[in-house]
């Protein structure tokens, strides 16, 4: 039995199905579409913070630890320096380009985003290779159309979150599951699990039982692989954040720590247990989601892409703080096994009346999944009013006022206000909370949260200052079915720029 599994791996580790033409265009329009998001999205949430600062930092101020943003603002818990290191080692020679050519700093904001999309769909390609050679081109193909149809994964590749830099190596890791080496994908999946995400034990540890309990694996080339995985990427992280964190740090044990044993991320919200499957996946997936029931029963071979993701979801919901976010590891998965259906039944398309409307209602459901994913990054858009009204101030007052100071309000910094965006050397940039209007009232310029111009919270600031800008943010949708589209986007008053 052993040496028809090991023959079967050879087999595989030989066998590697070229790139198509087809494919090659696809992958034009995927990085072409991520470009986009950051466009039309172009700012940042407060969850993005530490890693986008992080990044700001070391372009900006190198060595220069004591500049670094995470001493004002540690966070919650400590974050590690190695993804940002590495995005901001391949942004550099792009940021002083633009430096060179007197571009604007939030332009290195943008090529960050890009940097980091791009190593992102890098490895998506890689995992999208090893489906290829493992289950056809077919396959493979639709995996990329389908992710191409959806938003979040799409969306959340250059956001600058924790979950994002461990989509890399868990990409890569699975491209090594795929490709039979386990090797390999013990050392890749350790490192996603132990410098970036803790959680991930539980979705790559249901791929390595799977290997073990099949015999593709021993339990000696786990023992003596994971050994050597702990001896290499511990240090590492311990040696890189402790030093910019300025003392002796595991950062990734104490978000574990953190979440786990003191429960403390259900400070942030709780969901119910089942959240993640009736919510998170129908809106991360659309249409797509129907496809998956089907996997197993058109392609066996889908269950050992189904098991790790299923398992890994169900134990994640019995934490209570939930996001989506957190199991955007899954999607490329999910999305192969629903792949494995499409082409299925792409293949037999020809065979029957009926099967030529299942294909129809296939590219069907990719127009619905395009339009859902336009909605959502209009409507997403709207969500980041700090981002909006800093640049707006600058556009008002850089000719006409070189030397100025402002306060940024909470909601400001939380919704897209940055390092990058702060873009005038010359003008003083606060952030600090808690402060008296007494106090506030001692700056130039006021970034504030409001409903209205003349609500009471508001109406000591327009004696002392001037109303100058207004911006809104994303209220809701509501439905009017006398129009076309009969969806109707709502907002409202978010920040006002006296």
Not at 136 to 154: A, D, K, R
Not at 407 to 417: E, F, R, S, Y
Not at 486 to 498: F, G, M, N
Request: net charge positive; aromatic share 12%.
């Amino acid at each position: 039995m052993t040496g028809m599994v090991n023959t079967r791996e050879k087999m595989l580790e030989k066998t590697t199905v070229p790139i198509s033409k087809v494919e090659n265009v696809l992958d034009y329009l995927l990085y072409s579409l991520s470009l986009l998001y950051i466009a039309v999205c172009p700012y940042t949430k407060v969850e993005e913070s530490f890693n986008l600062q992080a990044i700001h930092d070391l372009l900006h101020h190198g060595a220069d630890v004591d500049q670094y943003d995470h001493h004002t603002f540690p966070g919650v818990v400590p974050r590690t320096f190695l993804g940002p290191l590495c995005v901001a080692m391949i942004s550099f020679p792009l940021t002083s380009m633009v430096t060179l050519l007197g571009g604007s700093k939030f332009i290195h904001q943008l090529i960050v985003r890009a940097v980091l999309t791009c190593l992102v769909l890098g490895s998506f390609r890689v995992y999208r290779s090893a489906v290829r050679n493992r289950f056809g081109t077919q396959v493979s193909t639709w995996l990329t159309l389908l992710t191409m149809s959806q938003f979040h994964f799409l969306f959340y590749s250059s956001r600058p979150l924790p979950n994002t830099m461990a989509l890399v190596p868990v990409l890569l890791s699975l491209s090594f599951w795929l490709n039979s080496n386990p090797t390999m994908f013990i050392f890749t999946a350790a490192s996603s699990i132990l410098i970036f995400r803790g959680e991930l034990a539980m979705f790559l540890g249901a791929v390595l039982l799977m290997e073990l309990v099949v015999g593709k694996v021993s339990l000696l080339r786990v023992l003596v692989v994971g050994l050597v995985s702990l001896l290499v990427w511990i240090p590492l992280t311990v040696a890189v954040d402790s030093f910019f964190w300025g003392r002796l740090l595991w950062p990734e044990a104490e978000v574990m720590y953190f979440n786990l044993v003191l429960n403390k991320s259900s400070d942030w919200g709780v969901q119910p247990l089942l959240w993640y499957f009736y919510s998170a996946l129908p809106r991360a997936l659309g249409s797509s989601l129907l496809l998956l029931p089907l996997a197993p029963i058109l392609d066996r071979r889908t269950i050992i892409l189904l098991f790790p993701c299923i398992t890994f979801i169900s134990l994640y919901s019995l934490l209570p703080h939930k996001e989506l976010r957190f199991i955007i590891y899954t999607f490329p998965v999910l999305n192969t096994a629903a792949g494995a259906t499409a082409a299925r039944l792409w293949i037999n398309r020809s065979k029957s009346s009926l099967s030529r409307l299942i294909s129809l209602a296939l590219l069907g459901h990719l127009v619905l999944n395009l339009l859902a994913s336009s909605t959502l990054l209009y409507v997403s858009s709207l969500n980041y009013p700090g981002g909006q009204a800093i640049r707006t101030l600058h556009q008002l007052e850089v000719s006409t006022t070189p030397h100025l100071s402002v306060h940024l309000d909470v909601l400001a910094c939380q919704t897209g206000v940055t390092r990058f965006t702060q873009e005038v050397p010359d003008w003083v940039y606060d952030k600090t909370e808690d402060l008296s209007d007494e106090e506030l009232g001692r700056f130039s310029h006021l970034v504030v949260a409001g409903q209205h111009r003349y609500t009471l919270h508001l109406k000591h600031f327009l004696k002392t200052h001037k109303f100058i800008g207004q911006v809104d943010s994303f209220s809701g949708i509501r439905f009017n079915y006398t129009n076309f589209p009969p969806v109707e986007v709502e907002s409202k008053p978010a920040l006002y720029i006296l």
